[in-house]
């Protein structure tokens, strides 16, 4: 009972910190805008400047919700394949996923120096970036998942992600060597990452993709407590493992497909929220993990993005570079201090 208390405790704790950091992360930029126009603005009223309420609604507000998905999204990702399978190494990018959409986008971007006028046309389609970056992660996916089904050992569909990935970037060299150094900026630029490029339209295509993946995590939080003891274990509790692993694989490569089209490859969030979770809340079960991952993701992820907004200043750093920055050293001191990972 006392240990449920403490995980109630923490969950409000996480919840209120997720909204408080969302709040903050709307008020500022280059125009910083006090947190109690904020709350009329989202309640129907209007601001003290009418140009307030067309940032909030049209440009912050949307960007603090992708921030928030994205990083509950990568990091449920990342526990997911960190348990499926036993690696702490393992993120949501593992399985080729990402590389995939960052060769579509290549070729969308860097095709025409290669194969000519074929794809100059979509530089003026606004769904062009994601849609290429889908399609890239899609051809992934269904390999992976044939791989997936011909293998018994899940150590070899990771080993096989790894391949796609060193395959994609190779191909990737390949169009960039022929690019003319526009586009490889272009190309640069996008891999970056970024939340602030979202419509409400799109956002909303994000959130149904959202929903439909955790309605399949809640189904699969009994085998993924089984995979922790290995998929002998689960066979054992008449788990059908390679329907369950399949679901898992689909769900992460949904997550981390449509985070990667819209808003670039983020880094650090789906490899490390995971491990700090876990030394936070001190336990292996999912039922628990998976909400927590989720919300210190959303926190994370948005702490980033404040630090990136340079206030007061027009820039915006790069996200990933922020991540990383952050992130990493936060990671080495939680282990090296606490010395134990609950896997």
């Not at 593992?94 to 794809?119: E, H, P, Q, W, Y």
């Not at 993924?224 to 290995?230: I, Q, R, T």
């Amino acid at each position: 009972m006392d240990k449920q208390n403490s995980y109630t405790k923490q969950f409000i704790f996480l919840g209120i910190t997720l909204i408080s950091m969302g709040l903050f992360n709307i008020s500022i930029g280059s125009v910083d805008i006090p947190i109690p126009e904020i709350f009329k603005t989202l309640l129907g009223q209007k601001p003290l400047k009418s140009s307030w309420e067309t940032i909030i609604l049209n440009y912050r507000l949307p960007k603090t919700i992708t921030a928030i998905l994205v990083g509950s999204g990568l990091s449920v990702s990342g526990l997911l394949m960190q348990t499926l399978f036993r690696n702490p190494l393992a993120g949501p990018f593992v399985l080729g996923i990402s590389s995939g959409a960052s060769l579509g986008v290549a070729v969308f971007l860097l095709g025409t120096g290669l194969l000519g006028g074929i794809f100059s046309f979509s530089a003026f389609l606004n769904w062009g970036l994601p849609f290429a970056s889908s399609a890239g992660a899609f051809l992934v996916l269904l390999a992976v998942i044939i791989a997936a089904n011909k293998v018994r050992n899940t150590m070899s569909i990771l080993i096989i992600g790894l391949m796609f990935g060193s395959l994609a970037s190779a191909l990737i060299s390949i169009l960039s060597y022929f690019s003319e150094a526009e586009q490889i900026k272009q190309f640069v630029f996008w891999g970056f990452g970024s939340l602030g490029n979202l419509t409400w339209n799109e956002i909303l295509i994000f959130f149904g993709v959202f929903v439909i993946s955790a309605v399949g995590i809640f189904f699969s939080i009994k085998p993924l407590n089984s995979f922790l003891l290995g998929e002998n274990y689960a066979k054992s509790l008449g788990i059908n493992t390679k329907k369950s692993r399949n679901i898992i694989l689909i769900i992460t490569s949904l997550l981390t497909g449509v985070i990667t089209a819209f808003c670039g490859p983020i880094a650090f969030i789906g490899l490390a929220v995971p491990h700090i979770t876990k030394l936070i809340f001190k336990t292996s079960n999912h039922k628990i993990l998976i909400p927590a991952v989720s919300l210190l993701g959303g926190i994370i992820l948005l702490i980033c993005d404040s630090i990136a907004q340079l206030p007061n200043s027009e820039f915006t750093l790069p996200i990933n570079a922020i991540t990383s920055l952050f992130g990493a050293p936060v990671v080495i001191w939680l282990l090296v201090r606490k010395k134990k990972i609950y896997v």
